[in-house]
């Protein structure tokens, strides 16, 4: 079976993202990804909210990117439509300060069949010629043989949605 994990925040040029293993341990982990972009923040913040234009088909449970949506309004679903007319929510956004930050909650993935919660914080910040995302994932609960173990999985998928999210939001333009 396919799965799924979020990643956020990315950058642009020769830049490249920093990933990093916060934290982990039997019952949680804390993982991070930080990226800067060469766009406002208000385009950065838009382009990810444009999920099934970037993230990797390979890491749904479709099959099809397409088939993902995000609302980044509070209660917003990062959902997945299936083609059998059913579908997932893999997150609820339960925060959102346009082009400054989102916070979504969660458990992506193989997390969605475990006793596990996650909190998905999106920082969106202004920086000289752009925008820095940081994105933080902290999952805990009752994770089946360790969270520790899933950190570095969960991590790597992150880091490869935050690639495709770089390369699709460096083209994005601001809104007249």
């Known amino acids: ?43 950065a913040f838009a382009a990810f909210g ?26 917003g679903c990062f959902c997945e439509r299936l083609p059998n007319g059913g579908g997932i929510e893999h997150m609820r956004v339960t925060y959102a300060d346009p082009g400054k930050r989102a916070v979504l909650t969660g458990s992506l993935g193989p997390l969605l069949y475990d006793a596990t919660v996650g909190s998905m914080d999106l920082k969106f910040e202004k920086i000289a ?10 999952v805990a609960g009752f994770a089946n043989g360790g969270a520790e173990k899933l950190a570095p999985a969960v991590d790597g998928v992150l880091a490869d949605q935050f690639k495709r999210y770089r390369e699709y939001s460096r083209n994005q333009r601001p809104e007249r």
Do not use: C
């Not at 979020?6 to 990804?33: D, K």
């Not at 444009?50 to 209660?75: E, F, I, M, Q």
């Open 1 to 43: 079976m396919k799965w799924i994990v979020i990643a956020a925040g990315l950058a642009f040029a020769p830049a490249a993202a920093q990933a990093e293993i916060v934290s982990s341990g039997p019952n949680g982990f804390h993982v991070r990804q930080t990226m800067q972009l060469v766009v406002p923040q208000e385009v």
């Open 50 to 75: 444009r999920v099934g234009s970037w993230w990797n088909k390979d890491h749904t449970y479709s099959g099809y990117s397409a088939n993902l949506s995000l609302s980044l309004s509070p209660g």
């Open 129 to 138: 010629g752009g925008t820095r995302v940081t994105m933080d994932y902290r």
